[in-house]
Protein backbone atom coordinates (compact mmCIF):
# COMPACT_ATOMS: atom_id res chain seq x y z
CA UNK A 1 0.00 0.00 0.00
CA UNK A 2 2.85 2.54 0.96
CA UNK A 3 4.39 1.88 -2.49
CA UNK A 4 1.10 2.10 -4.41
CA UNK A 5 0.42 5.72 -2.70
CA UNK A 6 4.00 7.14 -3.53
CA UNK A 7 3.29 6.09 -7.34
CA UNK A 8 0.43 7.74 -7.10
CA UNK A 9 1.69 10.78 -5.15
CA UNK A 10 4.64 11.37 -7.29
CA UNK A 11 2.56 11.53 -10.50
CA UNK A 12 0.19 13.87 -9.16
CA UNK A 13 2.86 15.87 -7.70
CA UNK A 14 4.17 15.58 -11.82
CA UNK A 15 1.41 16.41 -13.43
CA UNK A 16 0.70 19.37 -11.16
CA UNK A 17 4.18 21.25 -11.35
CA UNK A 18 4.08 20.55 -15.27
CA UNK A 19 0.73 22.64 -15.08
CA UNK A 20 2.47 25.49 -12.68
CA UNK A 21 0.08 24.71 -9.84
CA UNK A 22 3.26 24.46 -7.63
CA UNK A 23 2.44 20.70 -6.20
CA UNK A 24 1.17 22.40 -2.44
CA UNK A 25 -1.24 19.63 -1.42
CA UNK A 26 -2.99 18.06 -4.20
CA UNK A 27 -0.24 15.00 -3.97
CA UNK A 28 -1.46 14.83 -0.13
CA UNK A 29 -4.75 15.04 -0.69
CA UNK A 30 -5.05 12.17 -3.21
CA UNK A 31 -2.52 9.98 -1.16
CA UNK A 32 -5.38 10.62 1.86
CA UNK A 33 -7.73 8.92 -0.07
CA UNK A 34 -5.93 5.95 -0.26
CA UNK A 35 -3.54 5.40 2.99
CA UNK A 36 -5.26 7.36 5.27
CA UNK A 37 -2.07 6.13 7.86
CA UNK A 38 0.22 7.17 4.51
CA UNK A 39 2.29 9.93 7.03
CA UNK A 40 2.79 7.68 10.27
CA UNK A 41 4.35 4.93 7.96
CA UNK A 42 7.30 7.33 6.34
CA UNK A 43 7.83 9.08 10.01
CA UNK A 44 8.34 5.70 11.51
CA UNK A 45 11.10 5.51 8.80
CA UNK A 46 12.62 8.58 8.47
CA UNK A 47 13.57 11.59 10.56
CA UNK A 48 16.60 9.96 13.29
CA UNK A 49 16.82 13.37 14.75
CA UNK A 50 13.34 13.54 15.65
CA UNK A 51 10.40 15.61 14.28
CA UNK A 52 9.79 19.90 15.07
CA UNK A 53 6.61 21.16 14.71
CA UNK A 54 5.92 24.94 14.36
CA UNK A 55 2.02 26.51 15.21
CA UNK A 56 0.39 29.41 15.86
CA UNK A 57 -1.53 32.02 14.80
CA UNK A 58 1.06 34.41 13.66
CA UNK A 59 4.87 34.25 12.73
CA UNK A 60 5.00 30.26 11.72
CA UNK A 61 6.22 30.53 8.17
CA UNK A 62 8.68 32.99 8.73
CA UNK A 63 10.15 30.96 12.38
CA UNK A 64 9.97 27.73 10.33
CA UNK A 65 12.70 29.20 7.59
CA UNK A 66 14.73 30.67 9.92
CA UNK A 67 14.80 27.35 11.92
CA UNK A 68 15.79 26.12 8.23
CA UNK A 69 18.38 28.39 7.80
CA UNK A 70 20.16 27.50 11.20
CA UNK A 71 19.55 23.71 10.24
CA UNK A 72 21.39 24.33 6.94
CA UNK A 73 24.23 26.02 9.17
CA UNK A 74 24.60 23.64 11.12
CA UNK A 75 25.09 20.70 8.84
CA UNK A 76 21.76 18.94 9.70
CA UNK A 77 19.63 17.98 7.35
CA UNK A 78 15.78 18.58 6.95
CA UNK A 79 12.63 17.80 5.03
CA UNK A 80 10.33 21.17 5.31
CA UNK A 81 7.05 21.60 4.24
CA UNK A 82 8.34 25.47 2.81
CA UNK A 83 5.28 25.43 -0.22
CA UNK A 84 3.14 26.60 2.85
CA UNK A 85 0.56 23.58 2.99
CA UNK A 86 0.38 22.83 6.87
CA UNK A 87 -2.49 20.41 7.08
CA UNK A 88 -1.97 16.78 6.96
CA UNK A 89 -2.13 16.74 3.33
CA UNK A 90 0.08 19.31 2.55
CA UNK A 91 2.92 17.55 5.08
CA UNK A 92 1.56 14.23 3.08
CA UNK A 93 2.99 16.16 -0.37
CA UNK A 94 6.27 16.88 1.32
CA UNK A 95 6.95 13.93 1.64
CA UNK A 96 6.18 12.76 -1.52
CA UNK A 97 8.16 15.06 -3.02
CA UNK A 98 11.04 14.44 -1.03
CA UNK A 99 11.09 10.67 -0.51
CA UNK A 100 12.52 7.56 -2.81
CA UNK A 101 9.95 5.04 -4.55
CA UNK A 102 10.51 2.84 -0.92
CA UNK A 103 9.66 5.25 0.85
CA UNK A 104 12.99 6.73 2.12
CA UNK A 105 13.77 10.71 2.93
CA UNK A 106 17.31 11.81 3.55
CA UNK A 107 16.42 14.18 6.30
CA UNK A 108 18.19 14.14 9.96
CA UNK A 109 15.08 16.24 10.88
CA UNK A 110 11.33 16.72 9.57
CA UNK A 111 10.59 20.50 10.18
CA UNK A 112 6.68 21.35 9.42
CA UNK A 113 4.61 24.38 9.79
CA UNK A 114 1.33 22.96 11.07
CA UNK A 115 -1.97 25.03 11.06
CA UNK A 116 -3.48 24.96 14.66
CA UNK A 117 -6.65 23.27 13.97
CA UNK A 118 -4.29 20.37 12.86
CA UNK A 119 -2.09 20.13 15.51
CA UNK A 120 -4.07 17.32 17.70
CA UNK A 121 -3.53 14.82 14.69
CA UNK A 122 -0.01 15.72 13.74
CA UNK A 123 1.43 15.49 17.22
CA UNK A 124 -0.37 11.97 17.38
CA UNK A 125 0.86 11.10 13.82
CA UNK A 126 4.04 12.47 14.21
CA UNK A 127 5.30 11.92 17.38
CA UNK A 128 7.40 15.35 17.39
CA UNK A 129 10.74 15.78 19.39
CA UNK A 130 9.71 19.30 19.64
CA UNK A 131 6.62 21.47 19.36
CA UNK A 132 6.73 25.49 19.00
CA UNK A 133 3.68 27.52 19.51
CA UNK A 134 4.09 31.05 18.21
CA UNK A 135 1.16 33.25 19.83
CA UNK A 136 -2.90 32.94 19.78
CA UNK A 137 -4.92 35.40 18.20
CA UNK A 138 -8.36 35.44 17.13
CA UNK A 139 -8.16 34.12 13.78
CA UNK A 140 -10.27 32.92 10.64
CA UNK A 141 -13.55 32.29 13.55
CA UNK A 142 -15.24 30.45 10.87
CA UNK A 143 -12.96 27.65 11.14
CA UNK A 144 -11.18 27.81 14.32
CA UNK A 145 -13.84 28.80 16.94
CA UNK A 146 -12.89 30.92 19.69
CA UNK A 147 -9.49 30.82 21.37
CA UNK A 148 -9.98 28.64 24.34
CA UNK A 149 -11.20 25.84 22.19
CA UNK A 150 -7.84 25.75 20.43
CA UNK A 151 -5.88 26.05 23.41
CA UNK A 152 -7.99 23.09 24.64
CA UNK A 153 -6.92 21.35 21.83
CA UNK A 154 -3.58 22.42 22.27
CA UNK A 155 -3.47 21.03 26.02
CA UNK A 156 -4.88 17.57 25.05
CA UNK A 157 -2.27 16.84 22.52
CA UNK A 158 0.76 18.45 24.27
CA UNK A 159 -0.61 16.03 27.57
CA UNK A 160 0.04 12.91 25.13
CA UNK A 161 2.88 13.52 23.91
CA UNK A 162 6.33 13.33 25.15
CA UNK A 163 7.83 16.56 23.04
CA UNK A 164 9.86 19.15 24.56
CA UNK A 165 7.64 22.29 24.32
CA UNK A 166 8.69 25.74 23.30
CA UNK A 167 6.21 28.49 24.61
CA UNK A 168 5.89 32.14 24.11
CA UNK A 169 6.09 33.30 27.62
CA UNK A 170 4.69 37.11 26.86
CA UNK A 171 1.25 35.82 25.21
CA UNK A 172 -0.68 34.29 28.30
CA UNK A 173 -2.66 31.72 26.55
CA UNK A 174 0.05 30.36 25.43
CA UNK A 175 1.94 30.82 28.60
CA UNK A 176 -0.65 28.97 30.32
CA UNK A 177 -0.62 25.86 27.96
CA UNK A 178 2.59 25.02 30.44
CA UNK A 179 0.41 24.19 33.48
CA UNK A 180 0.32 20.89 34.06
CA UNK A 181 3.09 19.77 32.14
CA UNK A 182 6.51 18.73 33.11
CA UNK A 183 9.10 21.70 33.55
CA UNK A 184 11.87 19.57 31.84
CA UNK A 185 10.08 19.47 28.49
CA UNK A 186 9.03 23.38 29.02
CA UNK A 187 11.09 25.96 27.74
CA UNK A 188 10.05 29.83 26.82
CA UNK A 189 10.98 33.01 25.14
CA UNK A 190 10.21 36.54 25.23
CA UNK A 191 10.33 40.27 25.01
CA UNK A 192 11.84 41.94 28.34
CA UNK A 193 12.42 45.71 26.49
CA UNK A 194 10.89 47.31 23.61
CA UNK A 195 11.08 51.24 24.10
CA UNK A 196 9.64 51.60 20.45
CA UNK A 197 6.90 53.19 19.28
CA UNK A 198 3.59 51.30 19.95
CA UNK A 199 -0.05 51.25 18.65
CA UNK A 200 -2.65 51.83 21.73
CA UNK A 201 -4.79 48.47 20.48
CA UNK A 202 -7.03 47.57 22.52
CA UNK A 203 -9.77 46.05 20.36
CA UNK A 204 -7.39 43.58 19.43
CA UNK A 205 -6.61 42.23 23.23
CA UNK A 206 -8.01 38.54 22.96
CA UNK A 207 -7.45 37.26 26.38
CA UNK A 208 -7.93 39.57 29.90
CA UNK A 209 -8.10 36.95 32.24
CA UNK A 210 -5.76 33.92 34.15
CA UNK A 211 -5.78 30.94 32.53
CA UNK A 212 -6.09 29.62 35.56
CA UNK A 213 -8.88 31.87 37.14
CA UNK A 214 -11.41 34.46 36.27
CA UNK A 215 -9.20 36.57 38.13
CA UNK A 216 -7.45 39.66 35.26
CA UNK A 217 -4.42 40.63 33.94
CA UNK A 218 -2.63 43.27 34.53
CA UNK A 219 0.33 44.62 32.58
CA UNK A 220 3.36 46.57 33.50
CA UNK A 221 4.53 46.39 29.79
CA UNK A 222 1.86 45.80 26.92
CA UNK A 223 3.79 45.10 23.31
CA UNK A 224 0.83 44.36 20.87
CA UNK A 225 -2.90 42.56 21.58
CA UNK A 226 -2.73 40.46 25.02
CA UNK A 227 1.24 40.55 24.35
CA UNK A 228 3.27 41.96 27.16
CA UNK A 229 4.64 41.78 30.82
CA UNK A 230 1.31 40.38 32.97
CA UNK A 231 0.46 39.22 36.22
CA UNK A 232 -2.94 38.47 37.39
CA UNK A 233 -4.39 40.44 40.06
CA UNK A 234 -4.87 37.54 42.75
CA UNK A 235 -1.16 36.41 41.83
CA UNK A 236 -2.50 33.18 40.57
CA UNK A 237 -0.30 33.20 37.53
CA UNK A 238 2.37 35.65 36.10
CA UNK A 239 4.65 36.02 32.79
CA UNK A 240 7.00 32.91 33.50
CA UNK A 241 10.89 33.98 33.06
CA UNK A 242 11.61 33.36 29.39
CA UNK A 243 14.87 30.99 28.54
CA UNK A 244 15.56 33.22 25.39
CA UNK A 245 15.35 36.55 26.59
CA UNK A 246 15.64 39.93 24.47
CA UNK A 247 17.11 42.47 27.14
CA UNK A 248 17.94 45.19 25.11
CA UNK A 249 16.80 46.88 22.20
CA UNK A 250 19.06 48.75 20.28
CA UNK A 251 18.17 49.72 16.60
CA UNK A 252 14.16 49.49 15.06
CA UNK A 253 13.14 50.86 11.48
CA UNK A 254 11.64 49.28 8.45
CA UNK A 255 14.77 47.81 7.11
CA UNK A 256 16.31 46.30 10.83
CA UNK A 257 16.16 45.17 13.98
CA UNK A 258 19.50 45.32 16.38
CA UNK A 259 19.04 44.12 19.54
CA UNK A 260 20.75 42.15 22.80
CA UNK A 261 19.10 38.84 23.74
CA UNK A 262 20.43 36.39 26.44
CA UNK A 263 20.58 32.76 26.09
CA UNK A 264 20.25 31.02 29.18
CA UNK A 265 22.84 33.97 30.57
CA UNK A 266 24.60 34.30 27.64
CA UNK A 267 24.68 37.33 25.86
CA UNK A 268 24.46 37.54 22.14
CA UNK A 269 23.91 40.85 19.85
CA UNK A 270 21.71 40.23 16.82
CA UNK A 271 22.03 42.54 13.76
CA UNK A 272 18.27 40.89 12.14
CA UNK A 273 17.89 42.35 8.86
CA UNK A 274 14.03 41.99 9.44
CA UNK A 275 11.58 44.94 10.71
CA UNK A 276 9.09 44.34 13.37
CA UNK A 277 8.29 42.85 16.94
CA UNK A 278 7.02 40.31 15.05
CA UNK A 279 10.13 39.24 13.56
CA UNK A 280 11.65 40.07 16.82
CA UNK A 281 9.42 37.27 18.34
CA UNK A 282 10.23 34.78 15.69
CA UNK A 283 14.07 34.88 15.84
CA UNK A 284 13.34 34.28 19.50
CA UNK A 285 11.62 31.26 19.02
CA UNK A 286 13.88 29.83 16.11
CA UNK A 287 16.65 30.34 18.46
CA UNK A 288 14.34 28.39 21.61
CA UNK A 289 14.06 25.77 19.07
CA UNK A 290 18.10 25.70 18.41
CA UNK A 291 18.84 25.37 21.53
CA UNK A 292 16.97 22.72 22.35
CA UNK A 293 18.74 20.44 19.58
CA UNK A 294 22.05 21.65 21.47
CA UNK A 295 23.43 24.02 18.33
CA UNK A 296 26.10 26.63 19.64
CA UNK A 297 25.09 30.07 19.74
CA UNK A 298 27.36 31.31 17.19
CA UNK A 299 25.56 29.42 14.16
CA UNK A 300 21.97 31.09 15.55
CA UNK A 301 23.25 34.24 15.89
CA UNK A 302 24.92 34.01 12.41
CA UNK A 303 22.09 32.68 10.62
CA UNK A 304 19.90 35.58 12.14
CA UNK A 305 21.99 38.13 10.69
CA UNK A 306 21.96 37.05 7.20
CA UNK A 307 18.14 35.60 7.12
CA UNK A 308 16.00 36.45 4.59
CA UNK A 309 12.29 37.46 4.47
CA UNK A 310 9.87 34.24 3.60
CA UNK A 311 7.59 35.01 0.57
CA UNK A 312 4.96 37.36 0.25
CA UNK A 313 6.04 38.36 4.72
CA UNK A 314 8.06 41.62 4.53
CA UNK A 315 9.45 40.85 0.56
CA UNK A 316 11.01 43.78 -1.03
CA UNK A 317 10.74 43.09 -4.93
CA UNK A 318 11.94 45.54 -7.02
CA UNK A 319 8.89 46.35 -9.88
CA UNK A 320 9.63 48.52 -12.83
CA UNK A 321 12.30 50.76 -10.40
CA UNK A 322 9.75 50.62 -7.53
CA UNK A 323 10.37 48.94 -4.33
CA UNK A 324 7.43 46.77 -3.86
CA UNK A 325 7.05 45.37 0.14
CA UNK A 326 5.29 42.65 0.06
CA UNK A 327 3.20 42.45 3.78
CA UNK A 328 0.96 39.97 4.34
CA UNK A 329 -1.96 40.69 6.66
CA UNK A 330 -5.15 37.85 8.18
CA UNK A 331 -5.79 39.14 11.45
CA UNK A 332 -5.98 42.07 13.34
CA UNK A 333 -2.72 41.95 15.82
CA UNK A 334 -1.15 41.14 12.04
CA UNK A 335 -2.21 44.04 10.28
CA UNK A 336 -1.77 46.15 13.50
CA UNK A 337 1.73 45.66 13.36
CA UNK A 338 1.76 46.13 9.38
CA UNK A 339 0.43 49.58 10.26
CA UNK A 340 3.02 49.81 13.56
CA UNK A 341 6.26 49.27 11.78
CA UNK A 342 5.47 50.60 8.26
CA UNK A 343 2.34 52.90 7.86
CA UNK A 344 3.26 54.73 11.19
CA UNK A 345 7.11 55.27 10.26
CA UNK A 346 6.79 55.94 6.51
CA UNK A 347 3.34 57.98 6.44
CA UNK A 348 3.91 59.75 2.90
CA UNK A 349 4.81 55.99 1.19
CA UNK A 350 1.66 54.66 -1.34
CA UNK A 351 0.09 51.90 0.06
CA UNK A 352 -1.99 49.33 -1.54
CA UNK A 353 -4.23 47.20 0.05
CA UNK A 354 -5.64 44.07 -1.23
CA UNK A 355 -8.57 41.51 0.70
CA UNK A 356 -10.14 38.93 -0.21
CA UNK A 357 -12.18 36.12 1.27
CA UNK A 358 -11.15 32.94 -0.24
CA UNK A 359 -11.16 29.89 2.43
CA UNK A 360 -7.82 30.08 2.50
CA UNK A 361 -7.81 33.83 3.76
CA UNK A 362 -10.82 33.08 5.77
CA UNK A 363 -14.81 34.42 4.87
CA UNK A 364 -15.42 36.66 7.85
CA UNK A 365 -13.83 39.74 7.41
CA UNK A 366 -15.51 41.22 10.17
CA UNK A 367 -11.80 41.06 12.10
CA UNK A 368 -11.04 44.53 9.66
CA UNK A 369 -12.97 46.55 12.42
CA UNK A 370 -11.09 44.98 15.46
CA UNK A 371 -7.79 46.26 13.45
CA UNK A 372 -6.16 49.85 14.65
CA UNK A 373 -6.85 51.68 11.18
CA UNK A 374 -7.75 54.96 12.84
CA UNK A 375 -3.99 55.01 13.53
CA UNK A 376 -3.44 55.60 10.14
CA UNK A 377 -6.30 58.21 9.33
CA UNK A 378 -3.61 61.39 9.25
CA UNK A 379 -0.92 59.32 6.83
CA UNK A 380 -0.39 61.78 3.72
CA UNK A 381 0.05 58.86 1.11
CA UNK A 382 -1.89 57.78 -0.91
CA UNK A 383 -3.89 54.95 -0.86
CA UNK A 384 -5.71 51.86 -3.01
CA UNK A 385 -7.77 49.27 -1.76
CA UNK A 386 -8.70 46.16 -4.05
CA UNK A 387 -9.04 42.68 -3.61
CA UNK A 388 -13.05 40.48 -3.70
CA UNK A 389 -13.78 42.24 -0.62
CA UNK A 390 -12.68 46.47 -1.71
CA UNK A 391 -15.74 47.98 -0.46
CA UNK A 392 -15.77 46.48 2.82
CA UNK A 393 -11.67 47.66 3.28
CA UNK A 394 -12.75 50.89 1.99
CA UNK A 395 -15.92 51.37 4.30
CA UNK A 396 -13.74 50.61 7.29
CA UNK A 397 -11.11 53.09 6.07
CA UNK A 398 -14.28 55.66 5.74
CA UNK A 399 -15.36 54.87 9.28
CA UNK A 400 -11.19 55.26 10.76
CA UNK A 401 -11.12 58.56 8.91
CA UNK A 402 -8.96 58.31 5.83
CA UNK A 403 -9.86 60.07 3.27
CA UNK A 404 -7.22 60.10 0.42
CA UNK A 405 -8.09 56.44 -0.82
CA UNK A 406 -9.19 54.98 -3.77
CA UNK A 407 -11.12 51.84 -4.70
CA UNK A 408 -9.86 49.26 -7.60
CA UNK A 409 -11.57 45.66 -6.80
CA UNK A 410 -9.35 44.62 -10.05
CA UNK A 411 -6.04 43.88 -8.64
CA UNK A 412 -4.34 44.55 -12.20
CA UNK A 413 -5.32 47.59 -12.81
CA UNK A 414 -4.52 48.82 -8.85
CA UNK A 415 -0.85 47.01 -9.84
CA UNK A 416 -0.46 49.58 -12.49
CA UNK A 417 -1.79 52.29 -10.50
CA UNK A 418 0.03 52.04 -7.33
CA UNK A 419 3.28 51.97 -9.95
CA UNK A 420 2.25 54.95 -11.19
CA UNK A 421 1.95 56.52 -8.08
CA UNK A 422 5.54 55.70 -6.81
CA UNK A 423 7.97 57.38 -7.29
CA UNK A 424 11.39 55.21 -9.31
CA UNK A 425 13.56 53.80 -6.68
CA UNK A 426 10.98 54.82 -4.03
CA UNK A 427 9.09 52.10 -1.91
CA UNK A 428 5.39 51.41 -1.41
CA UNK A 429 3.76 49.06 0.73
CA UNK A 430 1.48 46.19 -0.56
CA UNK A 431 -0.95 44.61 1.90
CA UNK A 432 -2.36 41.55 1.04
CA UNK A 433 -4.50 38.91 2.17
CA UNK A 434 -3.05 35.30 1.72
CA UNK A 435 -4.72 34.70 -1.39
CA UNK A 436 -4.22 37.89 -2.67
CA UNK A 437 -0.95 37.97 -1.51
CA UNK A 438 -0.18 34.87 -3.89
CA UNK A 439 -1.96 36.39 -6.51
CA UNK A 440 -0.13 39.69 -7.00
CA UNK A 441 3.28 38.12 -6.04
CA UNK A 442 2.96 36.06 -9.16
CA UNK A 443 2.22 39.04 -11.05
CA UNK A 444 5.08 40.40 -9.66
CA UNK A 445 8.01 37.97 -9.91
CA UNK A 446 7.40 38.00 -13.95
CA UNK A 447 8.96 41.37 -14.08
CA UNK A 448 11.80 40.84 -11.37
CA UNK A 449 14.45 38.26 -10.34
CA UNK A 450 12.16 36.73 -7.40
CA UNK A 451 11.41 33.01 -7.43
CA UNK A 452 7.86 31.46 -7.65
CA UNK A 453 7.37 30.27 -3.82
CA UNK A 454 7.23 26.59 -4.39
CA UNK A 455 10.45 26.89 -5.98
Same mark, same amino acid.
Given at each position: ?38 ? #?? @?? =?????? $??? @??? $? ?52 ? $?????? #? ?13 ? &? ?20 ? @?????? +? !? ?15 ? @???? %? ?70 ? /? ?13 ? #? ?46 ? &? ?10 ? %? ?7 ? !? ?12 ? =?? &? ?53 ? +?? /? &? ?7 ? +? ?27 ? #? ?6
Amino acid at each position: MLFISLILGKITLFFNRLTGSGGSAMPGLAVEKINSNFI #EF @LA =VKNFPK $GVI @LIT $GTNGKTTTSKMIAGILDKAGISYLHNRAGSNLPRGIASAMIGASSILGKIKADI $GLFEVD #EAAIPKLTLMLQPKI &ILVTNLFRDQLDRYGELDKTAR @LFKQAF +E !QSNAAICLNSDDPLVAG @LSLG %LSKKHISFYGVSDYPDQLLDDLHSIDVTTSPVSSSKLVYSKRYFGHVGIYETENQDFKRPKPDVELVKLKKS /DINRSEFIIKINETL #EKINLPLAGLYNIYNSLAATAVASKLGIRGKIIIDTLNHISPAFGRME &IIKYYDRNLYLL %LIKNPTGLN !QIIQTFLLKKPNTP =VL &IIINDNIADGRDVSWLWDSAVEAISKNKGPMLVSGIRAYDMGLRLKYAGVKNFLI +EP /D &INLALRKIV +EITPKNKPAFILPTYTAMLNIRAKIVKKS #EAKEFWK
